[in-house]
């Protein structure tokens, strides 16, 4: 199938008419930018081959916001070697009309005309359903979904599959799959198809197997569990009878008392114990107390003695600091003079550079007022010529359409009068004496052109009546007097005298045009902007260079100026020089200060603690806290003797924690008396047990159970026997059908390699049962199409769709591939193999290709039709 054209009318945004006519039978390239129509253009493909006219869902075809318009869609297309035409219209006044050669189809016969042509299914009603678009949701892909290969390929499944049967001469057998199909319905009530677990009878006769089975295990768990109480029974109650005999809980009560009574006596010793610290820490804390005061008096005389010298230092560094300083500031004033003078030389310098640099300015001032002048001149010039040229050229100005209406009026008339003069009775005479014609008399030689009956009188001989052969000659005569009317009333309209005039005026105008062209490219290479703006720009330039002179004058005499790196170079060396010796006197003034101050500071710190030392009342509380330390040492070494010992008893009493022992023994006896409780209600707890069991039949049970396990049995054996004969039928029946199949796909493996090579050398695809793209083998290992990438996937979409499409073909199928954006992802160089396959499939398909990027796109040899070109014609 090959399109002709496609009329789209009042069709979403494209509210008046557009049409495309002309495409090729190969490769059709349609470029534009976003929001231009391409995606609307296929889908308006789409909506004329796939939609049901009648659908109410179309309302989205309206035009953009004109609620009252009527889609449609024309297209016409070549099947097989015959003409064909398709119009639809949607939303109002619907119709559809499918012509095909000499036959014409209408309505709903055209609808299912169509997709059997084509290889897709109607839908019942709503929108086109992905599961009926068949070959076209295949081979036409819409914006972004190029990657996606599953779904559209599984539609198409069974167009391909009879296309493939076709080529490889095998059929699949329709009697088998039926067979395969009720065995995998059997075989479905026994086991789950995707985990082969057991499901319907086969599960049910097992889930009642084992809860018959749970439950014989509970029952002889529970016979168990008899046998074991009855034992339990006689061992608690034996246990029960020896505690009681014995008491145990008593004999540790009498335990527990004796301990108590040593832990109470330990508790009095400990109390004395903390009488006697709490003494010796405050003897301690008086005792520290007065060694503390004496430590600060001793500190403090060694302090005058260390602040004396620290004082006597500090103001011998006074004196070297002063020196230090003087000298520094000395120096700051020499070099402040000498970076002054090196400053003065720098601008001086800087003033010769500028001097320079006008002087240069100056020269190319000149240069570009020069330069613009000329060009001003010949600006002028070039507009005086072009001025006059247009001139000549609106005088001898002709309407090209008027001259071509006087030249084919005028070819027309010639035509006509020799037709004319043709049909016309032609009487030549010569006569020796005269005639009458009419009521004309002639004689001599001559000829006679009669265009009407006529009367010839020839004296006593009588007369002659002619009466012209050609019936329509009035009418010629009449559309010849008309048409040399409108050709005078051209020659009029043009001011000329004849067609040759008016040709010599036009090719006159043309060679003015053409002097006008040419004067007004002189005018643009001298004046791109006008000549106003050279004006401008000249009298710029002029002020530029009066400014400059202007500045040149105004700056200082620079003969003795020193080079500018030179001078530079001393300025900053002053500079430096300046700010070492800032920097040394501010480091000696500060050092000064710091003296200063360290000095006064210390003779107010010695004189202060002087002062202290030399106190009365100082003087007298140091004697007394030295006499007190005496004492208190003393006391502190008797209370320490005291503590040691009552330590030492308090540790015997401790050493076998009676608290503990108390506490141990009185839960001892505790947990004797709970333990022997807890005895009596197990006793009681088993008796009633066992007197419950014991009345229920627990073996009749368990007898009546077995019986029933055994039936249950055989009735899953039986089942699990039936499924297994179904899964080995199963498997026989889909190996030989898989071996069928892998014969019906030799053709389409063969085409997938063929596309396949161009991206992917050294590689092979595995095929789904619904003949779509499985897996990609590369190196080796094989990856499903889920685990390769976005990019990966949109080019294997695009050369599957090619193979599919040659299949198609060689099958006698209609094939027309429609591909919107389809390489957005792929890099440069496998966007190049992929042009090379579309160029190949080319040669076999009609292909339309939409895209937004036409600078990727240019060299596949076909020329790139601009949507927005498109549209304009229009």
Known sequence: MKLQSIAIQEFKQFTGRLFIDDLQPGLNLFVGPNEAGKSTIAEAVRAVFLERYKASHLKDLLPWGKASGQPSVEVSFDLDGVACRLSKQFVTRQRCELKIGQSVYGEDEAEDKLAALLGFSRAARGPLKAE??????????????????????????????????????????????????VVQRELRQLLTARTQKSTGPLAEAEAALSTLSAERDDLVRQREQFDENIARLAAQQEAFDDAERKRPWELHEQKALLAQQRADAAVQLERGVQDLVQALKVGEAQLALSLQQEQAAVELEAAVARDRQQLDAARANVSAVETEHGQASSRVVQLEQASADANRALELANAAVSAADLRSQIGLYRAELERLEAAIGAA?????????????????????????????????????????????????????????????????????????????????????????????????????????????????????????????????????????????????????????????????????????????????????????????????????????????????????????????????QLQRKEAQLSDAAFCSNRAQWQAKIVEQRVQVEALTKQREGRERELEAARLDDPAAEAQRYRASAQLARQEQHERQVRIAHLRSQL?????????????????????????????????????????????????????????????????????????????????????????????????????????????????????????????????????????????????????????????LVFTCHPELWDDLGVRQRAIDDIKAAA
């Open 132 to 181: 009926n678009a068949g070959v076209p949701g295949l081979l036409w892909v819409q914006q972004g979904g190029t990657q996606e290969m599953r779904d559209s390929t599984g539609h198409a499944a069974q167009y391909l599959r009879d296309a493939l049967s076709q080529l490889s001469g095998s059929r699949e057998s329709a009697g088998e799959d039926a067979l395969i199909a």
């Open 380 to 604: 002028n010039e070039a507009h005086e010529a072009l001025v006059e040229a247009t001139r000549a050229a609106a005088a001898l100005e002709v309407d090209e359409t008027k001259l071509k209406r006087l030249a084919s009026l005028d070819a027309s008339l010639t035509v006509l009068r020799a037709r004319t003069e043709a049909a016309m009775t032609r009487i030549e005479y010569r006569l020796n004496g005269s005639i009458t014609v009419g009521d004309a008399r002639i004689g001599g030689e001559g000829v006679l052109r009669l265009e009407e009956e006529k009367r010839i009188g020839l004296g006593e001989l009588g007369e002659l009546r002619v009466i012209p052969g050609v019936s329509d000659l009035p009418a010629r005569l009449s559309e010849l007097a008309a048409l040399e009317a409108q050709h005078a009333q051209s020659l009029q309209a043009l001011g000329v005298a004849s067609l040759a005039q008016a040709e010599q005026r036009h090719e006159q105008w043309k060679a003015l045009v053409a002097q006008q062209t040419s004067h007004a490219k002189v005018l643009d290479a001298h004046a791109p902007h006008g000549i106003d703006a050279l004006r401008a720009a000249s009298a710029s330039a002029s002020a530029r260079l009066q400014a400059a002179n202007e500045r040149l004058a105004g700056l200082p005499d620079v003969s003795s100026a020193l080079p500018l790196d030179e001078a530079r170079r001393n300025a900053d060396l002053a500079r430096a020089a300046l700010e070492s010796a800032r920097k040394l006197l501010n480091d000696a003034a500060e050092k000064r200060s710091t003296g200063l101050a360290t000095a006064e500071s210390l003779a107010l």
């Open 691 to 847: 007197e419950t069991v014991g009345a229920s039949g627990l073996g009749e049970r368990l007898a009546a159970l077995e019986a029933k396990i055994e039936q249950a049995t055989r009735r899953k054996d039986e089942l699990s026997l039936r499924a297994g004969a179904l899964s080995l039928l199963d498997e026989v029946l889909v190996a030989e059908r898989d071996a069928a199949v892998a014969q019906l796909r030799a053709p389409l493996t063969e085409r997938l390699g063929h596309y396949l090579k161009r991206i992917f050398p050294q590689s092979t695809i595995a095929l789904g049962d619904d003949l779509s793209p499985a897996t990609l083998d590369r190196y080796g290992r094989a990856d499903t199409l889920d685990a390769l990438s976005f990019g990966t996937r949109e080019q294997l979409g695009i050369l599957t769709r090619l193979a599919y499409a040659d299949l198609l073909k060689a099958s006698g199928r209609p094939t027309l591939l429609m591909l919107d954006d389809a390489a957005v992802h792929t890099d440069a160089a496998r966007r190049d193999a992929i042009k090379r396959a579309l160029i190949d499939a080319a040669s076999r398909h009609q292909i």
